[in-house]
């Protein structure tokens, strides 16, 4: 129970933070290039996928050792 405990923490920690920081950085290129939201969307977007992938990883690692 535990383990499964630490899994979800991790994985809602990453897709957080992968989220918030390709946000950030869409926001920081939308302040130096006088875009409006063009940018936060893509990193928005770029965070979110990263952030599932390394989800995807870190599941299909956790699954591997019981088998």
């Known amino acids: ?10 994985i809602g920690f990453v897709l957080l933070v992968t989220t918030l920081a ?3 950085a869409g926001h920081w290129i939308d302040d130096q290039l ?3 939201p063009i940018f ?6 770029a965070g979110a996928g990263s952030g599932g992938l390394y989800a995807y990883r870190m599941i299909a690692r956790f699954l591997a050792r019981f088998d």
Not at 3 to 10: H, P, Q, T, V
Not at 40 to 45: A, C, H, K, N, S
């Open 22 to 24: 390709g946000a950030l």
């Open 1 to 10: 129970m535990g383990a499964y405990l630490a899994l979800f923490s991790e």
């Open 40 to 45: 936060v969307l893509v990193g928005f977007l």
């Open 34 to 36: 006088g875009t409006n």
